[in-house]
C-alpha cells in the first residue's frame, strides 16, 4: 500500500508514558501486520520484533542510530558526543576503544574481582543496619568500577548517585529527566577537568587503565578526543557498569520469591550462575526497545518502511515472547540450562555483532558482575521485612519499588575470588 494512503495515525507518546513497558508488546498483539505502525513525538515509526528482525536493525544498510536517538536521550544517558552517537568507521573506531576495555578475559576478570573485593568489605559494615540492596549495591558498583578504571575518587556516594540519575531519568519528563541532567553535567564537568590534568601531566592515569586509554584514544581522523567527549566516554564506561545495581536488587527480588533458586545458587555451580545471570536479564525489566531511523527505503516482510521512518525493535516484547521462551512470564534460571541463549534472541542490551554494530560492549562484564555477586548474595544471611516489592510496569527504566530492604544481615565466611569464578 502506498504509505500517503495509508490513514493517519495517532501520536502515541502519552499511551507509550501511561503503559510504560507493556505499550508496544500490547500494540503488537492487536495486530496481524508483521510490524507495528505508530507515531511518537509526531514522527512516524515503526516496529520490529523476532531474531530476524534484530538482524535487519542492526544492519547498517537499513538503520542507523545516530540520528536517531533523542536530544533528552543524549542529555542524560549517552551524552552528546558518545559512540552510540556514531555510524560507519567512526563507530567502528570507538568501539574498537570499548571492545579492548570491556572484552577481555583480563580486563573483565579485573573488574570483577575489584567490584567482589569492594562488595566483600561493604557487607562486614551491614551487620545491624537496615539497607536497601539496590543503594548498597550502587556504591560497591560506584567504588568497584573506578578503583578499576584508574578514576580517583574519595567518596562513591556523590558519584553512585548521579550515575543512577542518568539512568533512572533518561525515559521520563519531569524531576526525574532533569535530575538526570544536573547529574549528566556535574560528572562531565568532573572528568573533563580529570582529561585536562591527566594530559597536563598533575594526574597519572595507570597503565592500561580505562583513563589511560580514553585519554590517549584518536578517533578515526586521528585526533585526540576533546575533554568533554573524553568525558563522556569515561562515564560511558563508569555509569553502565553502576547499572547493574538495577539487575542485584532483582536479584534480591528473584531469590526472595524462589528460595530453591536461592539454594542452588549457594553452591558453585558455574553454569547455573552463568543461567541466572541470563535469566535476571531476560525475565526482569530494563530497556523497553531500542531505536533506529531508516537510511533508505525499505521493506519488512512486505511492509515498506519509508527512508527516515523511526525504527523501533521490541527488546520487552522479545524477551517475553512465548514463541521464543517456555511460559516467558516466569523466572527460571533452569531454561538456559537446556539451551544457552542465541545471540539475536536474548535482546536486553541489545542485538547484532558486537564488534561491528550498536550492542553494548559491556554484556560480558553484566554477565561476569551478575555471576559473582548472585552466589553471594545467596550465601548472605538477611531478614526481608515487609516492604512495597512491585515493579511497576509503567515506569521506565523501572526498579522494585522499595530498592529491596534488607536487616539482620549475617556475613558468611568470605566467598571465593571473584577473579577465579570469572576466569
Not at 539512568?167 to 568532573?190: I, K, L
Not at 523501572?398 to 530492604?405: A, K
Request: glycine share 8%.
Amino acid at each position: 500500500m502506498n504509505q500517503s494512503r495509508r490513514p493517519p495515525i495517532a501520536d502515541s507518546s502519552l499511551a507509550l508514558l501511561t503503559k510504560g513497558y507493556t505499550w508496544l508488546p500490547d500494540r503488537r498483539r492487536r495486530t496481524t501486520a508483521p510490524l507495528v505502525r505508530a507515531r511518537l513525538m509526531g514522527q512516524h515509526a515503526v516496529a520490529l520484533h523476532g531474531p530476524e528482525a534484530v538482524r535487519f536493525f542492526y544492519d547498517e544498510r537499513h538503520v542507523e542510530r545516530g540520528t536517531a536517538l533523542p536530544g533528552p536521550v543524549l542529555s542524560t544517558l549517552f551524552g552528546h558526543g558518545a559512540v552510540h552517537t556514531l555510524d560507519g568507521r567512526e563507530h567502528r573506531v570507538r568501539k574498537e576503544m570499548f571492545l579492548s576495555l570491556l572484552t577481555g578475559a583480563e580486563a573483565v576478570a579485573g573488574l570483577v574481582d575489584r567490584v567482589g573485593l569492594v562488595w566483600d568489605e561493604a557487607v562486614q559494615s551491614w551487620s545491624g543496619r537496615r539497607i536497601v540492596l539496590f543503594d548498597e549495591a550502587s556504591r560497591v558498583l560506584t567504588r568497584g568500577v573506578c578503583h578499576w578504571a584508574g578514576v580517583p575518587l574519595d567518596d562513591a556516594g556523590p558519584v553512585a548517585r548521579d550515575m543512577v540519575a542518568m539512568v533512572d531519568g533518561f525515559a521520563t519528563p519531569g524531576p526525574r529527566h532533569w535530575r538526570a541532567r544536573r547529574a549528566r553535567a556535574r560528572s562531565e564537568a568532573w572528568l573533563g577537568q580529570l582529561v585536562e590534568e591527566v594530559r597536563a601531566g598533575s594526574v597519572t592515569a595507570p597503565a592500561g587503565s580505562a583513563l589511560d586509554a580514553v585519554v590517549r584514544h584518536r578517533d578515526a581522523d586521528s585526533r585526540l578526543l576533546d575533554p568533554h567527549t573524553a568525558a563522556v566516554e569515561l562515564i560511558n564506561v563508569i555509569r553502565p557498569t553502576v547499572a547493574v545495581a538495577w539487575f542485584v536488587s532483582y536479584a534480591g527480588h528473584a531469590l526472595r520469591s524462589r528460595p530453591g533458586i536461592r539454594e542452588r545458587l549457594k553452591g558453585d555451580d558455574l553454569s547455573y550462575t552463568v543461567a541466572f545471570a541470563h535469566e535476571l536479564r531476560r525475565f526482569y525489566p530494563f530497556a523497553p526497545f531500542v531505536g533506529g531511523r531508516a537510511v533508505t527505503d525499505l521493506e519488512w516482510q512486505g511492509e515498506p518502511i519509508p527512508s527516515g521512518t523511526m525504527v523501533l525493535l521490541d527488546v520487552f516484547g522479545q524477551n517475553h515472547d512465548p514463541a521464543l521462551y517456555d511460559d516467558p512470564y516466569s523466572f527460571e534460571p533452569r531454561r538456559f540450562l537446556e539451551r544457552p541463549p542465541a545471540r539475536d534472541e536474548l535482546i536486553p542490551q541489545g542485538g547484532g555483532d558486537r564488534a561491528a554494530g550498536h550492542r553494548c560492549p559491556g554484556e560480558d562484564v553484566t554477565i561476569a558482575l551478575l555471576r559473582a555477586l548472585g552466589p553471594r548474595l545467596a550465601r548472605l544471611e538477611y531478614d526481608v521485612p515487609e516492604q512495597d516489592l512491585r515493579i511497576p510496569l509503567n515506569r521506565m527504566p523501572t526498579r522494585v519499588r522499595s530498592g529491596f530492604v534488607i536487616e539482620g544481615v549475617r556475613a558468611p565466611a568470605p566467598a571465593p575470588r571473584v577473579g577465579q569464578a570469572a576466569s
